[in-house]
Each structure stands twice: as C-alpha cells, then as structure tokens.
Nanobody
Framework: QVQLVESGGGLVQPGGSLRLSCAAS????????MGWYRQAPGKQRELVAMMASGGSTNYADSVKGRFTMSRNNAKDTVYLQMNSLKLEDTAIYYC????????RGQGTQVTVSS
C-alpha cells in the first residue's frame, strides 16, 4: 500500500509562511504527477498546485506568486512553500499522487489567523 505522509501544517498569522512536506513510501516518479489540494470548511476540495513528473508546475490562480511546489527526488518528497499567507488559505491540505489521483495523504491543517 502506497503511503503519503504530510507534515508542516500549523497556525500562522496573515502574511506568514509555512512549508508543507509530503513523503511518499515509493518513488514519486512512479506517478505521472504529484499534487497539493486543499479543502476549507463548507467548500469543495480545490487543486492548489501540481507538478508533473517532468518537473513542470501549475498553480491555482489564487496562490500564484505566493506558493511554490518543489521536490526532493532522493527523498521521494514534495513540498509546498506557502508565503504571504491569507485568511482564506485556511484549509486542510492534502497531498495526492497521480493524475487522476490514485493516492491521498491524511491531510495537514493550515490555519491562518491573527
């Protein structure tokens, strides 16, 4: 069973930064892409960022210029660097493997609050 383990969430003030990590139990190159999604209370899950196996990335318009997705191939880990956080970024953030999604992590809570 493939496992994706997220970490790095927490409470941060508006304008602050967090870095999320997602460690996979197998090579991330087993998948055509890795992605970060989020779900806020009462809202549908939305795609935040996605990185194809070739390294190209796509971001939701709401996070462009603030969030950056990266990876460490040797550690089979992907990251989401989140800067200039806003109240509306509050959500549970999930790591997904594959497009369409084949596996999902347990999620990590990000709360932006003053």
């Amino acid at each position: 069973q493939v496992q994706l383990v997220e970490s790095g969430g927490g409470l941060v003030q508006p304008g602050g930064s967090l870095r999320l990590s997602c460690a996979a139990s197998i090579s991330i190159f087993s998948f055509n892409a890795m992605g970060w999604y989020r779900q806020a209370p009462g809202k549908q899950r939305e795609l935040v960022a996605m990185m194809a196996s070739g390294g190209s990335t796509n971001y939701a318009d709401s996070v462009k210029g603030r969030f950056t997705m990266s990876r460490n191939n040797a550690k089979d880990t992907v990251y989401l660097q989140m800067n200039s956080l806003k109240l509306e970024d509050t959500a549970i953030y999930y790591c997904h493997a594959g497009v369409p999604s084949r596996y999902r992590g347990q999620g990590t809570q990000v709360t932006v609050s003053s």
